[in-house]
C-alpha cells in the first residue's frame, strides 16, 4: 500500500454531529473541521439560505409538519464533500428515514447531554427556538426531557455516542480516528 492509500484509508468521509438543540453541534463542529482541516456544513444555515427566512419564520408561516419535510430534503439534497463535518438540527435524525440515510453515507456522532445542562444552555435562546418559545424553568427541564424521551431511540442509532459534558474538537478527532 503505498503513502497516498495509507491517508486516504485515514480520512474520515461525512462526518454528522446530531443531538438536542444546545448540544453544542454547531460550535463543536466549527472547531472540529478547523482541527481535522475538513469543510463545516451547518444544514440549518443551508435550510434558512434556501428557504429565505430563519427557521423560527419558517416554522411560524408553515409549520412543523412543512419544516421536517423541508429539513429532510436539505438533508438528503446537499451536495457533500468527500470529507465533511455537519451539524444538523435537533430533531432531524427523528423523523422519515433521516437516521438511516445518515449512517449509510457516513458516521454519526450523538453528543448527549442532561435535559437541566441543555436547559441552561438553552434558557437564552428561546425566542430562536419555536419549540421553546413559552417554557422556562422546571416546565423547561420537563419538556426537554420528555423530548429526550422520545428522540434518544433515533440518537442512540448514531456511530459515536459523547458524553457532552466536557467534549472538545481534540477528543472527538480520537473518537473518530478509533472507529476509522
Known sequence: MNDLQKNKNKEAGLIFLIGFMGCGKTTLGRKLASRMGYPFIDLDHVLEAKAGMTIAEYFSAHGEDAFRKLESEILKETDYP??????????????????????????????????????????????????????????????????????EPFYKRASIIANGLGLNAERTEEMIKATV
Open 82 to 151: 468527500e470529507n465533511a463535518i455537519i451539524s444538523t438540527g435537533g430533531g432531524l435524525p427523528c423523523f422519515f428515514d433521516n437516521m438511516q440515510w445518515i449512517n449509510g453515507r457516513g458516521r454519526s456522532i450523538y453528543i448527549q447531554l442532561p435535559p437541566k445542562t441543555l436547559a441552561q444552555r438553552l434558557s437564552n435562546e428561546k425566542n430562536q427556538r419555536p419549540l421553546l418559545r413559552d417554557k422556562q424553568g422546571d416546565a423547561l427541564v420537563k419538556f426537554i426531557a420528555e423530548k429526550l424521551e422520545e428522540r
